[in-house]
C-alpha cells in the first residue's frame, strides 16, 4: 500500500516537471520567433555578427536601414549625427576630450576669451552628486547681484532638469541674447530657490588683489582666460606702487584654462630660460617650455592651492614650487596634468581633444596626483563650503601670512 502510494506521487511529480518543462519550450521558441522576426532582420543580425561588421561606417549603414524599416517616429538627420559623432566621441571615456557642435563652436571659443553673454558664473562638475555646482559668481555680474553663490547646485534651467554630465549644453542654455532673462532653480543646502535672471555681457575679469597686513600682497583670479596674464601683471604693479615686499597668489577654487596665461605669470617670477613645464604627447616626444624674459618678480611668495586647484593652476604653482620660487600651502591639488587642445572641423563644429600631459620642471607626473603643499593646513571643521570661506576662519590664509612675515 505505502509503495502505491509513493508511486502515485512519482507521477504527480514527473507530470509536473514535464509540463514545466513543455511550457518552457513552447515560451522559448515563441520568444526566440518574436526577436528574429522577419527575413530581413534576420539578415541584419547575421551581418552584425560578421567580420565585415567590425567596420564602423558599415554598423551605422545597418542600423540606419533597421530604423528606416522598422522606427515609428520622425527621423531628424542632424540630430542623428550630432548623436552618432558625441556618442563615439565619449566612447573614449576621457572626461575631458567632447564634441562641440556647430551652433556651440561659436560660443565656446568666446568663453576662452573671457567675454559673453550670460549671468556671469564659473561651473563645475561635481559627479559625487552628479550635479552642476556654482564654483563662484563673477564680481558684479548678473549672478552675484541676484544673490548667487559659491557651493549652489544648479537643478534645473528654464525647466530643464540639470545633470553633471550636461554641463556643457547647460552652459550654453545659460548664456543667451543680452537683455534677455533664463530661469534658475537652485539647491543650496537643504533649501530650494527660484531664480529669474537678466543676461548681460559680461567681461571677465577675474585677477583682484589687495595689500594685506606687514605689506603682504594677495592676489587672486579664478581662471586663466585670455589677457589673465596682463592682468596678473598690472595688478602685481600696482601693489608693488603700495609699498608689498611679499606676496600671495590665490588659486584656491581655480579650475585651469588657457596654458599659455599660466606660463606667462610663471615667465614673470622665474629666472630667464628656465624649464617651466614639460609636454608630452602620444609619442612620448617631448616639448621644452621655458621663461624668455628676465624676471620682474622678485620676493618671497607663497601660493595657496585647495582640491580645487587645477590645471594650468597645477602648472604654475608646480613650476614655482620646483624652481624654489615659491612656497605651496593648503591641501592637495586635484590633479589634472593633461592639456586639451580645441581643432575647428570644416563644417563649423569642433573637438576639445586630450593631446599631451605635462610635467613639471623636475618631470614629476601631476595626473590623477596632484601636488602636494610644502605646508599642508586644512581648513577648520566648522567650514561647510571650501568655495566661501571667511578670513575668520581662513586657516591657510591665515598660516600663508604667518611665513611671509
Request: aromatic share 8%; proline share 2%.
Amino acid at each position: 500500500m505505502e509503495e502505491k502510494k509513493r508511486y502515485k506521487v512519482y507521477k504527480i511529480i514527473m507530470l509536473v516537471v514535464l509540463v514545466a518543462f513543455i511550457t518552457f519550450m513552447l515560451t522559448s521558441i515563441g520568444f526566440y520567433q518574436y526577436f528574429v522576426k522577419g527575413d530581413s532582420l534576420n539578415k541584419y543580425l547575421s551581418f552584425m555578427t560578421s567580420d565585415e561588421s567590425n567596420d564602423i561606417t558599415t554598423q551605422l549603414d545597418t542600423y540606419r536601414k533597421i530604423i528606416d524599416k522598422y522606427y515609428l517616429g520622425e527621423v531628424n538627420e542632424e540630430d542623428l549625427k550630432e548623436g552618432a559623432i558625441k556618442g563615439y566621441i565619449e566612447g573614449l571615456g576621457d572626461p575631458y576630450t567632447e564634441y562641440i557642435s556647430k551652433e556651440d563652436m561659436e560660443e565656446y571659443m568666446e568663453d576662452t576669451k573671457g567675454n559673453f553673454v550670460g549671468i556671469g558664473i564659473y561651473m563645475v562638475q561635481d559627479t559625487e552628486e552628479d550635479k552642476i555646482m556654482v564654483l563662484s559668481p563673477i564680481k558684479g555680474s548678473p549672478a552675484e547681484k541676484a544673490g548667487i553663490k559659491s557651493g549652489d547646485y544648479i537643478i534645473e534651467v528654464d525647466g530643464e532638469e540639470c545633470k553633471a554630465e550636461d554641463m556643457t549644453a547647460i552652459s550654453n542654455k545659460i548664456k543667451g541674447e543680452e537683455g534677455t532673462t533664463v530661469k534658475l532653480k537652485i539647491q543650496r543646502d537643504n533649501e530650494t530657490l527660484d531664480f529669474e535672471i537678466k543676461r548681460e555681457n559680461v567681461t571677465v575679469n577675474p585677477v583682484e588683489g589687495e595689500v594685506l597686513e606687514n605689506n603682504i600682497g594677495y592676489i587672486e583670479f579664478s581662471s586663466f582666460d585670455e589677457n589673465t596674464a596682463e592682468g596678473f601683471k598690472s595688478k602685481f604693479e600696482e601693489l608693488k606702487n603700495q609699498g608689498i615686499q611679499s606676496l600671495i597668489i590665490d588659486l584656491r577654487n581655480n579650475g585651469g584654462g588657457i596654458v599659455d596665461e599660466a606660463l606667462e605669470i610663471a615667465g614673470y617670477i622665474a629666472d630667464k630660460d628656465s624649464v617651466l613645464l614639460y609636454e608630452v604627447n602620444k609619442d612620448n616626444e617631448e616639448e621644452v617650455k621655458k621663461s624668455e624674459n628676465e624676471p620682474i618678480i622678485n620676493m618671497p611668495i607663497v601660493i595657496l592651492t585647495n582640491e580645487n586647484t587645477a590645471s594650468s593652476s597645477e602648472i604654475l604653482a608646480g613650476a614655482l614650487k620646483d624652481l624654489g620660487k615659491a612656497k605651496i600651502v593648503g591641501t592637495k591639488t586635484y590633479g589634472k596634468g593633461v592639456i586639451q587642445q580645441i581643432l575647428s572641423l570644416p563644417d563649423g563644429s569642433g573637438i576639445k581633444i586630450t593631446s599631451e600631459k605635462y610635467l613639471t620642471p623636475n618631470k614629476t607626473e601631476i595626473n590623477k596626483v596632484g601636488i602636494t603643499p610644502d605646508e599642508v593646513v586644512e581648513l577648520p571643521d566648522t567650514v561647510k563650503n571650501v568655495l566661501n570661506v571667511e578670513r575668520k576662519d581662513d586657516t591657510q590664509l591665515q598660516k600663508a601670512i604667518e611665513m611671509l612675515k
